[in-house]
C-alpha cells in the first residue's frame, strides 16, 4: 500500500504486514502512523493483508445502494480510527468486487468477517453497533458462526 508522509509529502511503500506498525518515512524519517481508516480494498489486496496481517482483520463488505451498509459506515470508520495499531479495518464493495463476495457466500449486507492469522474467525450480517465490532476484535473474539 502506498502512503503520502504528512510532513514532506514522499510515497512511501508499506508492506501489508506493516500496516499497522508505526514506520518512517523513507525520505525524512518522520513517523508514519498505522492506518486509522477503513481501507477499500480490490482482490490482490484484499489477500495480501488478510494473508499478511499481524493484527486481527475486521471486513466490511458493502454496496452504494445499501441503506444499512451507509448507517453502518460512520461505526465502522471510527473503530478504524479506535483500533488503530491494534487491528485493520478493510471495505469490500460487493459491487466491485463480486468474486470476494462470491468466495465468502456473502448473501446479504453489509456482513462483517474478522479474520486472525488469515483465517475466518468470525462472519455477521447485518447491521452492528462499534460496541458490538469492538467484542468481534477483542482478543478473545466470538467464535466463527
Known amino acids: 500500500m502506498i502512503r503520502s508522509c504528512s510532513v514532506c509529502g514522499t510515497k512511501n511503500r508499506i508492506p501489508a504486514r506493516h500496516l499497522a506498525d508505526t514506520g518512517r518515512c523513507g525520505a525524512c524519517k518522520s513517523p508514519l502512523p498505522p492506518i486509522n ?5 480490490e482482490s490482490t489486496s484484499f489477500d495480501e493483508i488478510v494473508g499478511e496481517a499481524s493484527v486481527p482483520v475486521l471486513v466490511d463488505f458493502w454496496a ?15 473503530l478504524a480510527r479506535e483500533t488503530s495499531g491494534q487491528a485493520l479495518v478493510l471495505k469490500v464493495d460487493t459491487e466491485a468486487h463480486p468474486e470476494l463476495a462470491a468466495r465468502y457466500r456473502i448473501q446479504a449486507i453489509p456482513t462483517f468477517i474478522v ?10 450480517s447485518g447491521v452492528a453497533s462499534i460496541w458490538e465490532m469492538r467484542s468481534w476484535l477483542a482478543p478473545t473474539g466470538a467464535p466463527a458462526a
Request: contains cysteine.
Open 37 to 41: 481508516e477503513p481501507i477499500e480494498v
Open 64 to 78: 452504494e445502494w445499501c441503506g444499512p451498509c451507509r448507517m453502518a459506515a460512520p461505526e465502522v470508520r471510527e
Open 115 to 124: 479474520f486472525r492469522d488469515g483465517q475466518v474467525a468470525l462472519q455477521r
